[in-house]
């Protein structure tokens, strides 16, 4: 079956534009994750929905980082006036919430480069 | 505070040896673990898991110890093969968080032939 996808996987942006990056998480799963990879670093958590609910949000680093999942399947994260410290590989996660397994999928990212 | 470490960023193995990556936590409040494996412009791969009630889980050439008096955990790959060579990621999770992971940095792994 299809897994995460992620689009686009690669934008480039000028300092101060707005970003939207689309998750398309695998059908049926309830909990779908954003995070945040800089280079040479593991993936940061940034902010968790179930289903259209956004339960936690405590990872997003700034009030310029919006994530919305409205019908509780696609998210868009969307960051406003981007910076260069905005500059990171973005991830996606899906999981279906298995009682006892407790393992994400994740996308192949959507790398964000802010000049 | 980084509340998972891999402390070496990169290891170097012969093809048919064992390699062992090496992971520490600092929260006690973590009960499940997970390695996951990276390949360059891929997302990160689930490999294996552990619950804080085991010590130890197998799945064909991959093993994971769990110390938690150390909280300490470890990846074996027994035999390393060319094809393992990737960034190998620990995970921790808590129960009530809604499941998020925290990751350490990564060891990059490489499996010479």
């Known amino acids: 079956g299809a897994g995460v996808s992620q689009s686009p996987r690669y934008k480039v942006a000028k300092r101060g534009q707005d970003v939207a990056l689309r998750c398309d998480p695998i059908s049926g799963h309830v909990s779908l994750f954003w995070y945040q990879q800089a280079l040479g670093q593991g993936p940061e958590f940034l902010t968790y929905?179930?289903?259209?609910?956004?339960?936690?949000k405590s990872g997003l680093p700034s009030d310029r980082f919006f994530a919305e999942r409205p019908e509780g399947s696609v998210s868009t994260l969307k960051i406003q006036r981007t910076q260069q410290e905005d500059s990171a590989v973005y991830l996606c996660?899906?999981?279906?919430?298995?009682?006892?397994?407790?393992?994400?999928?994740f996308g192949p990212g959507t790398r964000l480069t802010v000049t | 505070d980084q509340q998972v470490k891999q402390n070496s960023p990169s290891l170097s193995v012969q093809e048919g040896r064992i390699s062992i990556l090496n992971c520490d936590y600092t929260?006690?409040?973590?009960?499940?673990f997970l390695w996951y494996k990276k390949y360059p412009a891929e997302g990160p791969t689930f490999l294996i898991s552990?619950?804080?009630?085991?010590d130890k889980n197998e799945d064909g050439r991959f093993t994971v110890f769990l110390n938690k008096s150390a909280k300490h955990l470890s990846l074996h790959i027994v035999p390393s093969q060319p094809g393992d060579s990737a960034v190998y990621f620990c995970?921790?999770?808590?129960?009530?968080?809604?499941?998020?992971?925290?990751f350490g940095g990564g060891t990059r792994l490489m499996v010479k032939p």
């Open positions: 929260n006690s409040m973590f009960d499940y």
């Open positions: 996660a899906s999981s279906p919430m298995l009682k006892g397994l407790r393992q994400q999928y």
């Open positions: 552990i619950s804080s009630i085991k």
């Open positions: 929905f179930q289903n259209e609910a956004q339960l936690d």
């Open positions: 995970a921790a999770s808590q129960k009530d968080t809604g499941n998020m992971l925290t």
